[in-house]
């Protein structure tokens, strides 16, 4: 009986973790830097991708070289917002992605 249990337990992991797996293979990730108009980095950025299709947002912050990057998005039409305090709002609309892309979204 416990050489079943053992192997039950074996087999619910591997279905776990090769779903999991799996799973990842069909989102997409958005990537991109966020510059000023002089084309200066802009640190801590504030990045916002909403998918419109069930109105879920994601934020993330730019780095020290202004680098950002939000994986694991379900395929949809989104929109991005980037804020920081002292600059205006730039907002970028009708970004549509596809399974298992990598898209780069500058922004200014």
């Known amino acids: 009986?416990?050489?079943?249990?053992?192997?039950?337990l074996l087999a619910a992991a591997v279905c776990l973790f090769s779903a999991d797996l799996w799973a990842q293979g069909f989102r997409a990730t958005v990537v991109g830097r966020?510059?000023?108009e002089s084309g200066a980095i802009v640190p801590r950025a504030?990045?916002?991708?909403?998918n419109?299709?069930?109105n879920q947002?994601?934020?993330?912050e730019t780095n020290e070289a202004g680098d950002y990057a939000v994986p694991q998005l379900a395929p949809g039409e989104y929109?991005?917002?980037?804020?920081?305090a002292g600059f205006k709002k730039e907002v970028?609309?009708?970004?549509?992605?596809?399974?298992?892309?990598?898209?780069?979204?500058?922004?200014?």
Do not use: C, P
């Open 46 to 50: 504030r990045i916002t991708i909403t």
């Open 34 to 36: 966020v510059t000023d």
């Open 57 to 60: 947002s994601r934020a993330v």
């Open 1 to 8: 009986m416990k050489r079943h249990a053992k192997f039950f």
């Open 92 to 108: 970028r609309r009708g970004i549509v992605l596809e399974t298992n892309q990598e898209a780069r979204i500058d922004m200014v």
């Open 79 to 84: 929109s991005l917002t980037v804020e920081l």
């Open 52 to 54: 419109l299709g069930t």
